[in-house]
C-alpha cells in the first residue's frame, strides 16, 4: 500500500480488508479491477461525508477531492444515464459538455432517489467504481491526471483513495476537457 498524502488524519487500509466500508457494486468492481491494488479505502464518521466537511474534519486537502454525480437526460421518451467525476473544487458543465454527449435536449442532475436505486449505493457516497456497466463515466482531464484523489466509496461511512490514471483507466471512462467549470 503505498503512502498517500491526502489521508490527513485517517489511516488507509486495503479494500480488500474492508469490505464493510464500500457498497456491494462498489467491492465487486474493485474485485475485477486490474489496478485494485492501488485503491485504499478511510473509514470515516457518516455524518461528515459531505465534501467541505470531510475535508475539514480529517485534514484532507479539498484540492484532492472528486465528486461524482450522476446526471440524466431524455431523447425519444429514453432516459439516458451518465456519471460525472470532477473536482471538488469545481462543478460540471451538466447543461454543455454532458448535455452534448448523452446527446439530449436538457440534462440535470438524475433525482436522489433514483441515483440511489440505480446505482446500489448511498447518496453522497456514489462513486464512478462501480456504476451500472451501459453508463458513461465522464472524467474531467484534470481528474484523470491527479496523483492520488479522495472519492467516495458507495457508503457514507467511507471513502476511496485512488489515482486518477486508475479512474480514467475504469471500463466506461471518457476524460473530456472542459468537463468541469470553476464555481462562480
Same mark, same amino acid.
Do not use: H, W
Given at each position: 500500500m503505498s503512502s498517500w498524502s491526502i489521508a490527513g488524519t485517517l489511516t488507509p487500509e486495503p479494500t480488500t480488508s474492508r469490505a464493510d466500508l464500500l457498497a456491494e457494486p462498489v467491492a465487486k468492481a474493485l474485485a475485477a479491477l486490474p489496478e485494485s491494488d492501488r485503491v485504499a479505502v478511510v473509514e470515516i464518521d457518516a455524518e461528515l461525508a459531505d465534501?467541505?466537511?470531510? =475535508?475539514?474534519?480529517?485534514?484532507? &486537502?479539498?484540492? @484532492?477531492? @472528486?465528486? =461524482?454525480?450522476?446526471?440524466?437526460?431524455?431523447?425519444?421518451?429514453?432516459?439516458?444515464? @451518465?456519471? $460525472?467525476?470532477?473536482? $471538488?473544487?469545481t462543478r460540471a458543465d451538466v447543461n454543455g459538455?454532458?448535455?452534448?454527449?448523452?446527446?439530449?435536449?436538457?440534462?440535470?442532475?438524475? !433525482?436522489?432517489?433514483?441515483?440511489?436505486?440505480?446505482?446500489?449505493?448511498?447518496y453522497g457516497g456514489i462513486t464512478p467504481i462501480g456504476l451500472p456497466a451501459d453508463w458513461p463515466i465522464l472524467i474531467d482531464r484534470a481528474v484523470a491526471e491527479a496523483p492520488e484523489l479522495v472519492i467516495?466509496?458507495?457508503l457514507r461511512g467511507g471513502k476511496l483513495?485512488? &489515482?486518477? &490514471?486508475?479512474?480514467?483507466?475504469? !471500463?466506461? @471512462?471518457?476524460?473530456?476537457?472542459?468537463?468541469?467549470?470553476?464555481?462562480?
Open positions: 465534501t467541505a466537511q470531510f =475535508c475539514e474534519a480529517y485534514s484532507s &486537502p479539498l484540492s @484532492a477531492s @472528486a465528486n =461524482c454525480v450522476v446526471v440524466a437526460g431524455k431523447r425519444a421518451g429514453e432516459v439516458r444515464y @451518465a456519471a $460525472a467525476l470532477v473536482l $471538488a473544487t459538455v454532458i448535455k452534448r454527449r448523452l446527446d439530449v435536449r436538457k440534462a440535470s442532475f438524475a !433525482p436522489m432517489d433514483d441515483a440511489v436505486a440505480l446505482t446500489g449505493m448511498a467516495g466509496s458507495g483513495l485512488v &489515482p486518477g &490514471p486508475v479512474l480514467a483507466a475504469l !471500463p466506461g @471512462a471518457e476524460v473530456l476537457d472542459g468537463l468541469a467549470r470553476a464555481i462562480e
